[in-house]
């Protein structure tokens, strides 16, 4: 199976910025044929979409509240996921989650991805 396990979040003032990281492990699987995303929770939603990328890192997709402010990246060579995350807003509070899926495609449905870290929390203050 895949483990992945983020780090990264904290507390920052609005129009500060963090990076999140995810590292992936596992015996059978690759980093190199996955597709991998972030997605996001804050208290009383549901789990949304925040961004994605392909497995060669060619191609990434974005949720459109964070598309001007946030960027998506990937290192196969070590295994990591990142988030780099500017200009950040309150709204932006949530706990983030890094997912994957044995497939090449991005897609933005929660129940497209079989594996999920333990998500680290972010809290922007106004």
């Known amino acids: 199976q895949v483990q992945l396990v983020e780090s990264g979040g904290g507390l920052v003032q609005a129009g500060g910025s963090l990076r999140l990281s995810c590292a992936a492990s596992?015996?059978?699987?690759?980093?190199?044929?996955?597709?991998m995303a972030w997605f996001r929770q804050a208290p009383g939603n549901e789990r949304e979409f925040v961004a994605g990328?392909?497995?060669?890192?060619?191609?990434?997709e974005y949720t459109d509240s964070v598309k001007d402010r946030f960027t998506i990246s990937r290192d196969n060579a070590k295994n990591t996921l990142y988030l780099q995350m500017n200009s950040l807003k309150p709204e932006d509070t949530a706990v983030y989650y890094c997912?994957?899926?044995?497939?090449?495609?991005?897609?933005?449905?929660?129940?497209?991805?079989?594996?999920w870290g333990q998500g680290t929390q972010v809290t922007v203050s106004s």
């Open positions: 596992g015996r059978t699987f690759s980093t190199s044929t996955m597709a």
């Open positions: 997912a994957t899926r044995l497939r090449m495609l991005i897609l933005r449905s929660r129940d497209d991805y079989p594996y």
């Open positions: 990328i392909t497995p060669s890192g060619g191609t990434t």
